[in-house]
Structures are given as C-alpha cells and as structure tokens.
C-alpha cells in the first residue's frame, strides 16, 4: 500500500521500478514518429509536450482524411502539394513546442 505523503510520481516510482524507462521509451517512440512526418523537434519537448503533439498532428491528419485529402500527396516534403491548407504547418527554428502545438490545432480546426 502506498504512503498517503507521497506525491504520485513518487509513488509510481514504487509501485513500478521500471517506470521511467518505460516513459523514456515511450517517449522516444512519439519522438520518432513525429520526427518521420518531418516535424522538427529540438529535444527539449517535455513528455507532455510530445504526447500532445502527437495527438495535435493526428487531428490534423484526421481533418485533412474526413477533406479527402491525401496525406501522401499533402505531406510536408510535397513538391505540388494537393492543396496548401491540407499541409502540416512547418515548426518554425525559433517556435516553441507550446506555439507550434497551438498552431497545429488552429490549422486542423480551420478544416474541420
């Protein structure tokens, strides 16, 4: 039974050893993931921040679908994408995590 003065992270800690490994991993996935649609990250995005910008980049890409738009064809690497709304915003160098989240999310609610 876990201590009622432990904060939670702390007691998760205990309750699993393996824990923040399994966060490392896990992080690293979103990272890798995100980093194959083209999307720059710096490598200083919290967990949380990949993890929601994971989920950001998927409602963007379920906006483009339920468009018909081709996710192949409108990728950010596109020469001729289909249509310039149906692209990914591009991470701007000096754009925080936070900003770049925000805009991916106003991009994918301008199409939904």
Excluded: C
Excluded at 47 to 59: A, S
Excluded at 85 to 93: D, E, G, M, N, Q
Aim: proline content about 4%; glycine content about 4%.
């Amino acid at each position: 039974m876990q201590s009622p003065d432990l904060p939670f992270e702390e007691a998760q800690k205990e309750l699993n050893p393996h824990r923040e490994a399994d966060q490392q991993r896990a992080a690293e996935s979103i990272a890798g993931w995100l980093t194959e649609r083209d999307i720059e990250l710096t490598g200083d995005e919290t967990d949380d921040q990949l993890v929601t910008l994971l989920d950001v980049v998927e409602g963007f890409e379920r906006a483009v679908a339920a468009r018909g738009g081709d996710s192949m064809t409108n990728a950010l690497d596109s020469a001729d994408p289909d249509f310039e709304a149906y692209v990914l915003p591009r991470r701007r160098a000096d754009e925080s995590a936070d900003s770049y989240i925000e805009r991916v999310r106003q991009a994918a609610d301008k199409l939904a």
